[in-house]
């Protein structure tokens, strides 16, 4: 057999999605045909360039003994060939399509492999070698025979094999390039992996069996019915044994069933029987339609609460195994996540099945993207170029056929920041000719010319506010249509915030049918050196930095505090009351499950401390339906303090997602107000000889007024504090220029403050401190007066500053900060237990909590601002009480907000001899500026006289364990 050196001009940069590959067609996980898994350890060489080794590997007898050995499914940039690339939209290399630079890795796998025993006769029946996903193109070989090649990383490809296969010893070779013409439709913002990272499986295909089939499993709401078809290639009979249903295929039947939606995924196990083969379906029974105006499932419109999800595990990219996509699922379900757009391509199939089993709405996205040909006004987009139109299609095509017989998945997306062309309108006919039961989505098409929804990503409070109400303006089509943020609150770093605004929002108007949080995981790769590692970290000479580390969740898959926030903002359940109240008032805020599966109680805390607890009668609140529901009487002989009600909504019973217990929602209603610290200035300022007042248990510095020590706890440093080591969002994106209030504080200089005394005045029963805090450079300062008095056990510090000059930006933070030489264990009373700032404050509940100073650290991929507890009434920590007039915000570090503010990876930050404390009276908000909005104005820390209180005393450590 002859073999010929493909010239890099050949096929991988042909605009074509390939050759040789079988038609797309439905996934499914196993049928009773015999099957052969050939993932595992490949042979692997890596060649610099497209054309630097022939194709004599792909022959019968080639010794690879001393190639590598890599892990299929996986990315050989991951496992030490090569190194990745990040980058957000712009293409790391030259922009000149089709063509794609000689420089281009490519990688020869080599696997060897024999027939399980029993396999069919090889001659009788046909086989098909399929590859659920390879980066970013491929050619196969099979015992010497060319099979092909094919484009489009995200999609299956199979090849017919039967007449190739062997008993033992069958070659398996497959040349697989970086870069190809593919390429250029797959710039999806994350990181550059080539390889075969989802599976290769060869399948045996009966005689007779179904090459193709599509479940048709439609629900009438009015009558409680579901009508199904299952349509096939060839002649089968449809069984589904719980329904009494025994029909040919195209036979259509109609009877009574249980709706499927992502509240109640209702499956039905069935069985389509063809010559030679037996498939498992798996049916839900549901209708989408666009009407008035609205998404309805079932008859009803929903609200999507939803993330975006790009696959990622920081170990193995985008190759995730059956666990880690489960864990995915469980872990949105158990945060109230109801809905998953598949950004930005299809996922591996059997996420799909664990979206039908567990209930998740799903916008399954096309594996298309040009963003980089933003650069240049979008000219030779792709998608408006007739030469890349089967390209387009064939990824469409695959796309639909590979999930059509999903019941998750309710709406097709063309893809995502592709500009706007006649490519993209052929894909929606086609999608629409094929299957008119799902809306197809597309956000970057103003017009709406081919889309049935309108799509935004990241428009702020206020437009999405008029679009709700309708005077968004726009075509008329796109007036007519519902509308989502296909994303929203960009989940970047510290943050999101104005989660809870927005939700508002969605719940206010009918048209605003939810959002897509952008994103659900940060792609950090593991890296002992750096912690997680982000663009810049492997060299690249064009990177994106840490913007690819945008997610609710860690790469570790730890929830983020954001994430715990978003949890907390999407309730199922409202529960609310004013103060005071009797009342709280239970609303079922499902579109399809009442409250029957939640279980209600209550608790009666008084300075934190529950003091007692019992379980609540709520009535089975159908869907959008609300009661007030009367609280027992406060227990008698409770202690006197500040007091609330808790009222959680947990499972009742245990569910495929979470245990009974679990708890979806809670709120708490405030019943007294809280005591305020007070403090009678009595002790006097003494002067001794050493240079040392003392007032009450506090000792200062006499020619400073410097705080040194209470009682016995030495202090040191304590002073006016206004910066925080900027986050994300704080940093902002390079085109809102006017939200990037990092840049704003830093260029006033507001992280290089300096402290002048003017004044320190030993009063009759007062030590006063004078200063005025400004940074170098400016005009611009804070007037700031340091007030002790002290009853002679507890010392009073009241903090009054006054803005002077031209201060046209909100502060960052505006507290005092001190340092204590020990502390470990912290306790406090407020908000808790995790991190929140005025916009991420939805999560947090008053209560008693403790923490080790290490653990109120989160361990954000990039270091920033992080850690505050808000709310705080007192917290002791380092032989401190510290009690706040009013409520403050406490964050405690091992390191200086400097230092934290220089770090660029959390092995930057190492532990030093002080406990750094931060008491703040008001921090800014926290927005989601990395990509969307700032903080809205209400969030916004205001340059203005301001008064603020501590009161320190002496305390026991708290423990900490």
């Known amino acids: 057999m002859s073999f010929h050196t493909h010239t890099h001009t050949d096929y991988v940069q042909d605009v ?104 069919p006769d090889l001659a009788e029946g046909g086989a098909v070698l399929r590859f659920d996903g390879v980066e970013s193109c491929a050619r196969v070989w099979l015992n010497g025979t060319d099979l092909g090649e094919f484009k489009g990383s995200r999609l299956p490809h199979e090849f017919a094999v039967g007449h190739l296969l062997k008993a033992a010893g069958n070659v398996l070779a497959v040349r697989v390039h970086q870069w190809s013409a593919g ?36 629900y009438d709401h009015l009558a409680g019915t579901g009508t199904l078809r299952v349509d096939s290639d060839v002649d089968g009979r449809v069984t589904v044994s719980e329904l009494g249903i025994d029909i040919a295929t195209g036979e259509s039947v109609t009877m009574p069933v249980e709706a499927w939606s992502a509240e109640t995924p209702r499956l039905y196990e069935g069985t389509l029987a063809t010559g030679g083969e037996r498939v498992p379906l798996r049916i839900g029974f549901r209708t989408v339609d666009l009407s008035d105006g609205l998404i ?78 933003t650069e240049q006004g979008w000219r030779d987009n792709p998608v408006d170029d ?55 989505h597309y956000e970057g098409d103003p017009t709406c010319r081919d889309t049935d929804i309108y799509s935004r990503m990241y428009a702020d409070h206020a437009e999405v506010e008029r679009i709700g109400r309708g005077l968004d303006g726009g075509t008329l089509k796109r007036r007519q249509l519902p509308f989502i943020l296909c994303e929203f609150a960009h989940a970047m770093g510290n943050g999101p915030g104005g989660l809870a605004d927005y939700q508002r929002l969605f719940e206010s108007y ?73 009342t709280v008032r239970i609303t079922n805020k499902q579109d399809f499950a009442d409250l029957s599966a939640l279980a209600f109680s209550w608790s009666y805390e008084v300075d934190g401390e529950p003091v007692e607890s019992g379980t609540l009668a709520v009535p089975g609140l159908a869907p959008g339906e609300s009661a007030d529901v009367k609280l027992p009487a406060p227990p008698a002989g409770a202690p006197a303090g500040e007091a609330h009600w808790t009222v959680r909504a947990a499972l009742a019973a245990d569910t495929p997602w979470a245990p009974k217990d679990h708890v979806v929602a809670w709120g708490q209603i405030p019943v007294s107000e809280r005591r305020v610290p007070t403090v009678t200035a009595t ?69 290089r403050m ?30 700031t007066v340091y007030r002790w008095t002290s009853d002679g056990n507890r010392l009073r510090l009241t903090v009054s500053t006054v803005p002077e000059g031209d201060w046209t930006v909100p502060l960052p933070r505006l507290g005092i900060r001190f340092g204590l030489s020990t502390a470990d264990g912290v306790r406090w009373y407020g908000g808790g237990p995790g991190e929140a700032y005025p916009d991420t404050r939805m999560a947090s509940a008053v209560g008693r909590w403790q923490s080790t100073v290490d653990d109120l650290q989160t361990p954000y991929v990039r270091p920033q601002e992080n850690g505050a507890r808000i709310d705080v009434r007192w917290a002791e920590l380092g032989g401190l009480r510290i009690e706040g007039d009013p409520a403050f915000s406490l964050t405690a570090r091992r390191w200086t907000t400097e230092q934290l503010d220089a770090a660029t990876h959390l092995t930057d930050l190492t532990s030093g001899d002080t406990v750094w404390v931060n008491l703040d009276h008001g921090q800014h908000g926290i927005g989601s500026q990395s990509c969307g909005p700032g903080p809205l104005p209400q969030y916004h820390l205001r340059a203005e006289p301001a008064e603020f209180s501590f009161v320190f005393s002496t305390a026991p450590a708290p423990e900490t364990s």
């Open 183 to 218: 390429s250029y439709l797959e710039d999806q913002d994350q990181w550059w992996l080539p390889g075969i990272f989802r599976d290769v499986t060869l399948l045996h295909r009966p005689a007779g069996a179904a090459l193709d089939f599509f479940v048709h499993a439609s």
């Open 386 to 440: 007739d030469r890349w139109t089967p390209a387009l299609l064939d990824r469409a095509s695959r796309m639909v056929e590979r999930d059509k017989n999903h019941p998750s998945v309710v709406i097709w997306s063309l893809g995502n920041e592709a500009g706007t062309g006649r490519g993209l309108t052929a894909m929606a006919e086609w999608i629409k000719d094929r299957d008119s039961s799902r809306p197809v």
């Open 510 to 582: 009918d048209r605003l049918q939810g959002g897509f949080v952008w994103e659900w995981i940060d792609h950090g790769i593991a890296y002992p050196e750096l912690g997680f590692a982000y663009g810049g970290d492997f060299g690249e000479e064009l990177h994106d930095g840490n913007f690819v580390c945008d997610g609710l969740l860690f790469p570790d898959r730890r929830p983020s505090p954001g994430f715990v926030e978003y949890k907390k903002v999407i309730e199922p359940v409202g529960i609310t009351g004013a103060f005071g109240e009797a």
């Open 16 to 119: 074509s999605p390939g050759s040789g590959a079988l038609p797309p067609r439905a996934w499914y996980a196993s049928s009773d045909a015999k099957s052969l898994s050939l993932n595992g350890n490949w042979r692997f060489r890596l060649s610099s360039t497209a054309d630097a080794e022939d194709d004599s590997f792909a022959a019968e007898g080639y010794d690879a003994g001393d190639w590598a050995q890599i892990a299929v499914p996986g990315h050989w940039v991951l496992q030490g060939h090569g190194s990745p690339i990040y980058t957000n939209h712009l293409y790391p290399f030259p922009v000149d399509p089709p063509r794609v630079p000689t420089e281009n890795p490519t990688g020869d796998h080599l696997r060897v492999f024999d027939l399980p025993a029993h396999w």
């Open 683 to 751: 002790a006097r300022p003494a002067v001794g000889d050493n240079g040392v007042i003392t007032l009450g248990p506090g000792t200062f510095d006499a020619r400073t007024g410097a705080l040194t020590a209470v009682g016995d706890v030495p202090v040191s440093g304590l002073r006016l504090d206004v910066w925080r080591a900027t986050t994300d969002n704080d940093d902002g994106a390079p085109w809102q220029p006017d939200l990037r209030y990092g840049l704003l504080w830093r260029g006033l200089g507001l992280h």
């Open 754 to 783: 300096r402290h002048r005394l003017d004044a320190v005045e030993s009063g009759e029963h007062a030590l006063t401190v004078r200063m005025r805090v400004a940074p170098a450079a400016r005009e611009l300062g804070l007037s």
């Open 296 to 373: 309805k499932v079932n008859g009803r419109p929903v609200l999507f609460k939803g993330v975006n999800r790009h696959e990622w595990h920081p170990e193995r990219g985008r190759a995730l195994d059956l666990e880690t996509m489960r864990e995915d699922v469980l872990l949105m379900k158990r945060h109230n996540v109801n809905a998953v757009r598949t950004s930005h391509y299809p996922p591996h199939p059997a996420f799909l099945d664990l979206c039908d089993a567990y209930g998740l709405w799903v916008i399954d996205e096309c594996d298309l993207e040009t963003h980089g040909f």
